[in-house]
């Protein structure tokens, strides 16, 4: 009887410690930069890429632009999560 209890509180123990190791704290970025300056720049990153894609789709469709396209693509969807 008191192997079995010693074997759940042995149990609850490492589960603890086991969940404990798995949540880790999150900590936010600190900036100092002007928020609307990074908005901004932001802002321009997002119109030439924009026009680099618009560039891309009237160009005859070959495999190095198909890739460059989605590479601005994937720039432009980055820049707009931000």
């Not at 300056?37 to 469709?61: A, D």
């Amino acid at each position: 009887m008191k192997q079995r209890f010693f074997l759940k509180i042995i149990l609850f123990l490492f589960l603890l410690l086991f969940s404990s190791l798995l949540i880790s704290p999150v900590f936010s970025e600190e900036s100092t930069e002007d928020p609307n300056k990074k908005y901004g720049e932001l802002q321009n990153e997002i119109e030439e890429l924009t026009r680099k894609l618009e560039e891309t789709r009237s160009k005859k469709v070959t495999l190095a632009n198909q890739i460059a396209f989605m590479d601005n693509q994937i720039s432009l969807t980055t820049l707009r999560i931000q």
